[in-house]
């Protein structure tokens, strides 16, 4: 039976080997996703464009929030939750989908050369696509309501960094997790829903009482959520301690999911 290598330096070396193919399927996913539509790909502008809009209707003149009691306006409490939002989708759109990677493409398994643990690379790789695209919105909204952005949004792409570690690992996880237990799928369904609500998306980890915010801060997605609020729209410098710690709890995820994966797709073909 063939041996699968599950090093860090294996799976470093397959994310650069498989890279073209990995983007000739993230390109045909992107489009496929789209295709006999009447607009095509420009439904992935509109769709955060329409998003932006009714949560700044609903905050701004339904709920007149305000983001921790801060004097700014409504509108600005959207673009302060849509900074949450996009992160938040990035893991969501690849936490969901993970448990049926393998079983939807079971005709790649049975190919001996295709490198399944590609997989969750392609669906990061659509999911990363969009986001961009929310970013790439949210930043003309900012300039429309408030101004021109503070320089630190340069900072975006190493901020999505350790998020982006993090969500591939917790993939390959669920991907084979999900070939053998067909239940994965209905639990992570759940599961995103939770944390919809006990990340800090909707509201500020200062809002909570004292001693329940370090437990909310052991939320995966608190990290990255307040820090790309603080890159985006508090033009803040993300804590560099906070940052390297969160970056190397990721790179371990990833390894450690990597490693699972390439253990247990032995298996694969026999179930599917």
Same mark, same amino acid.
């Not at 079971?106 to 997989?119: R, S, W």
């Not at 695209?133 to 340069?154: A, C, E, K, Q, R």
């Not at 237990?181 to 509201?203: A, E, K, N, W």
């Given at each position: ?160 960094? /350790?998020?982006? %570690? ?7 996880? &669920? $991907? *084979?997790?999900?070939?053998?237990? #067909? +239940? !994965? ?23 909570? /009482?004292?001693? %329940? ?7 995966? &997605? $608190? *990290?990255?959520?307040?820090?790309? #609020? +603080? !890159? ?36 694969? $073909?026999?179930?599917?």
């Amino acid at each position: 039976m063939q041996s699968f290598r599950v090093s860090p330096g294996a799976m470093l070396e397959s994310l650069i080997k498989n890279r073209r193919l990995i983007l000739a399927l993230t390109k045909r996913e992107v489009i496929g996703r789209y295709r006999g539509s009447a607009l095509g790909i420009l439904w992935s502008l509109f769709n955060p464009i329409f998003m932006l809009a009714v949560y700044t209707f609903v905050f701004s003149i339904v709920f007149r929030a305000k983001w921790g009691g801060g004097n700014q306006t409504q509108t600005e409490f959207a673009l302060v939750l849509f900074a949450g939002l996009i992160v938040f989708n990035l893991f969501a759109e690849c936490f969901n989908r993970a448990p049926t990677l393998i079983i939807s493409n079971a005709n790649y398994v049975k190919k001996v050369v295709f490198p399944l643990e590609v997989l969750p690379w392609v669906a990061l790789g659509s999911s990363l696509f969009h986001a961009l695209v929310s970013v790439v919105v949210w930043l003309l909204f900012y300039i429309f309501v408030v101004g021109i952005p503070h320089w630190t949004v340069l900072l975006t792409p190493l901020v999505l960094v /350790p998020m982006i %570690l993090f969500t591939v690992g917790v993939s390959w996880l &669920l $991907a *084979s997790l999900g070939v053998y237990l #067909r +239940d !994965v799928g209905q639990i992570v369904g759940i599961l995103t829903t939770v944390l919809m609500f006990v990340s800090p998306i909707f509201f500020p980890i200062s809002a909570l /009482p004292a001693k %329940l915010q370090p437990l909310l801060s052991l939320n995966p &997605l $608190a *990290s990255p959520i307040a820090q790309i #609020r +603080d !890159v985006l729209y508090w033009g803040v410098i993300p804590n560099p301690m906070h940052y390297v710690a969160y970056l190397v709890g990721a790179a371990v995820i990833a390894c450690l999911g990597f490693a699972w994966f390439q253990k247990t797709r032995k298996g694969f $073909a026999d179930v599917l």
